[in-house]
């Protein structure tokens, strides 16, 4: 599927294709968020914070489809650690996990880009786990996390 640079709006399509899928034992609660599991997506373990699996600093995007504009955040995902400790610091220091979006079908990637998808389910919606799951590559080991569910 082409997506057209004015969907991206300047953005890496491998980093806006993670913009809006679900999380993962977290949620938005306005502008803040919390936790809605109590184990680590990534270990089992203890969870202690959410983690943007896009950064902050890249703040929201706007993806615009023929279908209307969607203003998109970054997933959460329940971790274990701080930054710097456990689970947490594999996405930040030295980048061990590498999160990605995989749909099931090509089709759904195509209804997700223009905005058919978006027009039946929420940016975030679990049910988007109908449609693809998250694939978090273990950089260090080269084990691949499936994550099909919230």
């Given at each position: 599927m082409?997506?057209?640079?004015?969907?991206?709006?300047?953005?890496?399509k491998?980093r806006?294709e993670?913009?809006g899928?679900p999380?993962?034992?977290a949620?938005?609660?306005?502008?803040?968020?919390?936790?809605?599991?109590?184990?680590?997506?990534i270990?089992g373990?203890?969870?202690?914070?959410c983690?943007?699996?896009v950064?902050?600093?890249?703040?929201?995007?706007?993806?615009?489809?023929p279908?209307?504009?969607?203003r998109?955040?970054s997933?959460?995902?329940?971790?274990?650690g701080?930054?710097?400790t456990g689970?947490?610091?594999g996405?930040h220091?030295g980048?061990r996990?590498?999160?990605?979006?995989?749909w099931d079908e090509?089709?759904?990637?195509?209804?997700?880009?223009?905005?058919?998808l978006?027009?039946?389910?929420?940016?975030?919606?679990?049910?988007?786990?109908?449609?693809?799951h998250?694939?978090?590559t273990?950089?260090?080991?080269?084990?691949?996390?499936e994550?099909?569910?919230?």
């Open positions: 082409i997506v057209s640079a004015s969907q991206l709006r300047g953005v890496p491998d806006a993670l913009y899928k999380h993962v034992g949620r938005y609660v306005g502008n803040r968020y919390e936790l809605t599991a109590e184990r680590c997506g270990c373990r203890q969870a202690t914070n983690h943007h699996l950064p902050r600093r890249c703040g929201d995007f706007a993806l615009v489809t279908r209307g504009t969607w998109l955040r997933p959460l995902i329940a971790l274990c701080s930054g710097t689970c947490h610091d996405f220091g980048a996990y590498r999160p990605e979006w995989v090509p089709e759904f990637e195509e209804a997700w880009w223009d905005g058919t978006l027009c039946e389910h929420e940016p975030h919606d679990p049910a988007l786990y109908g449609y693809g998250w694939a978090i273990d950089t260090k080991t080269g084990r691949t996390i994550i099909t569910e919230g």
